[in-house]
């Protein structure tokens, strides 16, 4: 009888072992952590957060899982998954929370293993999920914390959904995205997460019912300074003609044209968007808006020189004939020949004219006629061969300019010597076959040429003026002549 009760009770006893080294998962939450209804498992309480002046005597409180730690304010935890580190010590007087308080002294009783794993003792963790077996502790694990460590390294371990565990027996989190055990679609991007994953769309994508569009930007700022384009998952700007895009490639800033790639053949002007050219005085824009060609101004007016334009580039001068100079840029005026340069001899004078000179002898009388110092040539009365001839000749020259206008005063002749009790009449003698001149007398001793007809140039005329002076009672009779040499210069001016 008594054996068999032995039995019965070693039998319960390796039941009730077995049970306890048993993993099992809760739905209730052990004290220090709270059920999580989102994601479907524990997790821990901020006991610093909720917990009024959870650490006293000026100590600093630390949250830790299932509990916090109360530590001095100048202690410094030190937490690094891959190589083991050791916390800094507490100092003396570290008091104790209420519940599950650890305040760690060395490695041996709290740390951290490669892996991510924490390593405890029943001194350092406290809770109902800490208990004291044959290698002096167990931890199991629970759901609000999926990477604590068994005592026993080769104890299998149940992990939570989205959990796996490592050759540490470390329950890791699986990385779906990696693994490619994810249902994300082929237009979205698998994002890992602790425990699960998530599905996103990649930037510049939103998500619309189960698919992914692309997001229009041009229609949501940040606008674009001029244009902006559409593109799959994205966008960007561009400008109108004669921008470019500033550094941060939505501002459109002006192109100087003129300093990059001045197309204009003289003159460039910088305009917002644009430029303009234009060319130097005496030029104008081609057809191309770019280029400048010439003005001929000597075909835009004929008034332009008095005798000829010659065009030159971007420019005009005006040329005057042989005899003539140009002044004021563009007019003719006659070289006095006479005054400069001329071929005449010594026994000759020079007459200057519109256009030229031309020589004349010093002493043009001819015989039976002698010269007298009143450079005039006189016949003298002992000569028989004067009583027909006139007394005296006087040569005179003079010159006009061609196509003068008519009619015109052009000469006046006048008695050198009055003799009371004549008359005296004007005439011309020779010289006027044509008729281009009048003779007019406007005194008792004096008369005007006129010039009645227009003459053109080049054109020597020699007129010969009479004056006949006769007695008013009859006693005598004489004549004087007046040669005067009309040169018609070949030009109007």
């Known amino acids: ?11 319960l006893a390796l039941v009730k072992s077995q049970d306890t080294e048993e ?37 600093k409180c630390v949250n830790h899982y299932g509990g916090y730690l109360c530590l001095p304010k100048t202690a410094q935890i030190i937490v690094n998954n ?15 929370a209420t519940t599950g308080v650890v305040a760690a002294s060395s490695m041996a009783t709290s740390g951290v293993l490669p892996g991510g794993g924490f390593v405890a003792s029943a001194a350092a963790v406290a809770g109902p999920e800490v208990q004291t077996g044959r290698n002096n502790f167990v931890i199991r694990r629970n759901p609000a914390d999926p990477q604590r460590i068994p005592s026993n390294p080769s104890h299998r371990i149940q992990c939570a959904a989205g959990y796996e565990q490592s050759e540490h027996n470390v329950c890791q989190d699986i990385d779906e995205c990696t693994a490619g055990t994810h249902n994300c679609r082929v237009d979205q991007v698998c994002i890992n997460l602790r425990g699960s994953f998530a599905c996103q769309c990649p930037p510049g994508y939103q998500k619309r019912g189960e698919q992914c569009v692309d997001i229009d930007e041009c229609t949501i700022p940040p606008y674009c300074h001029q244009r902006c384009v559409n593109t799959p998952g994205s966008f960007y700007c561009q400008c109108s003609p004669g921008f470019q895009l500033a550094a941060n490639n939505y501002t459109c800033v002006d192109i100087n044209e003129c300093d990059a790639s001045n197309q204009c053949a003289q003159q460039c002007y910088n305009i917002l968007g644009s430029f303009i050219c234009q060319c ?12 400048c060609e010439d003005i001929d101004e000597c075909r835009t007016s004929s008034y332009l020189c008095q005798y000829q334009c010659v065009n030159e580039p971007g420019k005009f001068s005006c040329m005057c004939p042989q005899g ?7 007019t003719c005026q006659d070289i006095n020949e006479c005054e400069t340069t001329n071929e005449c001899r010594e026994d000759e004078m020079c007459w200057n004219y519109h256009g030229g000179f031309r020589c004349y002898p010093r002493n043009p009388c001819q015989d039976p006629y002698i010269l007298t110092p009143e450079n005039r040539c006189v016949c003298p009365v002992s000569n028989a061969m004067c ?3 006139p007394q005296s000749i006087v040569y005179k020259y003079m010159s006009i300019r061609s196509d003068r206008s008519v009619p015109s005063d052009i000469f006046q002749i006048q008695a050198t010597t009055i003799y009371a009790n004549t008359i005296n009449t004007f005439r011309i003698k020779s010289g006027n076959e044509n008729g281009e001149f009048y003779l007019r007398q406007t005194s008792p001793v004096s008369a005007m040429l006129v010039l009645v007809k227009s ?39």
């Not at 003539?324 to 563009?330: A, E, G």
């Open 324 to 330: 003539y100079q140009v002044v004021r840029s563009r």
């Open 387 to 389: 009583r027909e001839l």
């Open 82 to 96: 891959e190589q083991p580190q050791q916390e800094t010590p507490p100092a003396e007087g570290t008091s104790g």
């Open 280 to 291: 130097n005085q005496g030029y104008e824009l081609s057809s191309d808006r770019l280029n």
């Open 455 to 493: 003459l053109s140039g080049p054109r020597e005329h020699i007129v010969d003026l009479e004056m006949l002076t006769v007695s008013s009672i009859g006693t005598f009779r004489t004549s004087s002549v007046l040669r005067l040499t009309i040169i018609v210069g070949p030009f109007s001016f």
């Open 1 to 11: 009888m008594l054996k068999a009760l032995f039995l019965t009770m070693l039998t």
């Open 23 to 59: 993993t099992i998962t809760y739905t209730q939450c052990t004290d220090g952590y709270e059920w999580d209804p989102v994601r479907q498992q524990c997790k821990d309480i901020d006991e610093c957060d909720i917990v009024p002046d959870a650490c006293k005597g000026g100590m």
